[in-house]
């Protein structure tokens, strides 16, 4: 890291680094600070009562999620390194390339869905109370309900590691994976319940969960910096294009 | 040069989608010009009712097709591997975004086929699925400033005598970022420039989308053309 970051040559990875760590702080105050959907409203509100909470929180829900629309996109960066390391371990591409797909397609219960639904509840404060609890339950359960793409996606990231010889990641993270993957299990019931441990706000669906993903996420981003100090590219050439490698395929692993 | 032949399959799609969509575009009675959100229930309302043929046709082709860029995505990311990078990571920045963004066409165009499903609908349901499509057409520009970010930096790191796209597509691309993020805002006006009929988050974004595709096929365009000329000369 002595160079300067324009002539690093690991400086790809690390923009995307800063990029991912960027999007998660952003992620984090906006969603506990500005808006305040985290912690959630409560599951148990009556529709007069969300049309309240939607009037309380006007100002931050729709600044707050306007800049997750305008920068989430960068929410891939964080899922390109991570893609990246996999490919780095000795498993088959099929574990890079089924994390990619995943997480791409969780942006959309992961963030999406929810700046829609509380931009639409907070854009007519005087819509049918009923209406707006509708767009809330829409959006909080949009966010805290889904989670097949978490869970599979940590699953193939725990497997990957696990099954890696390079040691690309500690093989305790691999547990940490399943950890994480287990708290996309027990959010379930707050499609079921509306009080209690189990509700989208509870003890188990919520507390637990945020503190399992907090520790998950802060992690996961100390260990890809790790990985990106330990590159070594050397200052030398850029690997083969693959216009070369095609002539000489063994080369074609580098560039790819 | 079947890879080669492949991709000018995939390439020339690019006129027929860019046709389809224009007409699908013009079909839509809600864009030309676009529907105010000042309006009241009982206009939305009507404006379904007056107007229902018209919104599932474009709507149901507009669900077809939204999609149909992802390939011309690819042919992008394809020539990314020919750029000066070390890593895949930008290619897989194009990737992570590129499946997201037609998503977003997507569910927009679900709400706007549920306003006109049923028509006769209680108003106010009528209004919530128009604002849900509308703030999910104008709002979603998430991935498209990625895609334009993750490409100005790719451009910009492709430090190569000829690189694979010239270097002012890289600004070009962050000029379309920042017309782009304007509309994320919407959902903060009712009226003027913001609103999802305004200047900015109607007019600019949809206009700087347009011209992304146009510069974007342009330059593809080229960058392909070297790509069978340099193979040929390798043969």
């Not at chain 1, 964080?78 to 099929?94: N, Q, W």
């Not at chain 1, 969780?106 to 829609?116: E, N």
């Not at chain 2, 499946?99 to 108003?123: C, K, Q």
């Not at chain 2, 993020?181 to 900015?200: D, E, Q, R």
Request: with cysteine; proline share 6%; glycine share 6%.
């Amino acid at each position: 890291m002595s160079l300067p970051l324009r002539d690093d040559p690991k400086r790809e990875l690390w923009y995307a680094w800063y990029a991912a760590v960027f999007f998660y702080t952003l992620y984090s105050v906006i969603f506990f600070l500005v808006t305040h959907v985290q912690p959630p409203g409560q599951p148990w509100y009556t529709p007069t009562q969300v049309t309240h909470w939607f009037a309380h929180y006007h100002n931050g829900l729709l600044i707050g999620f306007a800049l997750i629309f305008a920068l989430g996109g960068l929410s891939a960066t964080s899922i390109a390194l991570i893609t990246y390391s996999i490919r780095r371990m000795s498993v088959s591409r099929a574990f890079a390339y089924s994390y990619l797909i995943l997480y791409a397609v969780s942006a959309v219960p992961g963030f999406l869905f929810i700046c829609v639904a509380m931009t639409a509840g907070t854009f007519r404060p005087d819509r049918d109370p009923q209406l707006q609890q509708w767009l809330y339950d829409f959006g909080f359960l949009s966010f805290s309900g889904t989670m097949g793409v978490f869970l599979i996606g940590s699953l193939i990231w725990m497997t990957a590691i696990l099954l890696d010889k390079n040691r690309v990641f500690p093989k305790w993270f691999g547990y940490l994976n399943l950890c994480n993957a287990l708290t996309e299990v027990v959010v379930a019931p707050s499609w079921i319940f509306y009080r209690g441990v189990f509700a989208w706000n509870g003890l188990i669906a919520w507390w637990i969960d945020v503190f399992v993903f907090g520790i998950y996420t802060g992690v996961f981003l100390m260990l890809l910096r790790n990985m990106i100090l330990r590159e070594d590219f050397g200052s030398g050439p850029l690997p083969e294009l693959p216009l070369l490698a095609r002539q000489a395929p063994a080369t074609l692993e580098l560039a790819s | 040069m079947g890879r080669i032949s492949g991709e000018r399959i995939i390439f020339w799609t690019l006129p027929a989608v860019a046709i389809i969509w224009i007409l699908a575009f013009c079909l839509f009675p809600g864009f030309l010009p676009p529907m105010s959100p000042t309006s009241s229930a009982g206009d939305v309302a009507r404006f379904y009712q007056e107007h229902t043929a018209r919104v599932r046709y474009s709507m149901i082709v507009l669900n077809w097709f939204c999609v149909a860029l992802i390939p011309i995505l690819m042919l992008i990311v394809e020539r990314m591997r020919r750029m000066a990078h070390r890593t895949p990571i930008m290619r897989y920045c194009m990737i992570g975004v590129a499946g997201a963004a037609p998503i977003v066409f997507l569910t927009s165009s679900v709400f706007w086929l549920l306003a006109a499903f049923r028509p006769d609908r209680a108003p106010d349901l009528t209004q919530m699925y128009n604002d849900l499509a509308w703030i999910t057409f104008t709002c979603g520009v998430p991935f498209l400033v990625g895609q334009c970010v993750f490409l100005a930096i790719s451009i910009g790191l492709d430090e190569q005598p000829q690189p694979v796209f010239p270097r002012w597509v890289a600004s070009f691309n962050i000029v379309i970022a920042l017309a782009l993020i304007p509309a994320a805002f919407a959902g903060l006006a009712h009226t003027g420039a913001l609103a999802w009929n305004g200047f900015l988050s109607f007019w600019v974004k949809n206009v700087a989308i347009a011209l992304w595709i146009i510069v974007m096929s342009v330059v593809l365009a080229k960058a392909l053309q070297r790509d069978v000329a340099v193979a040929g000369a390798a043969a």
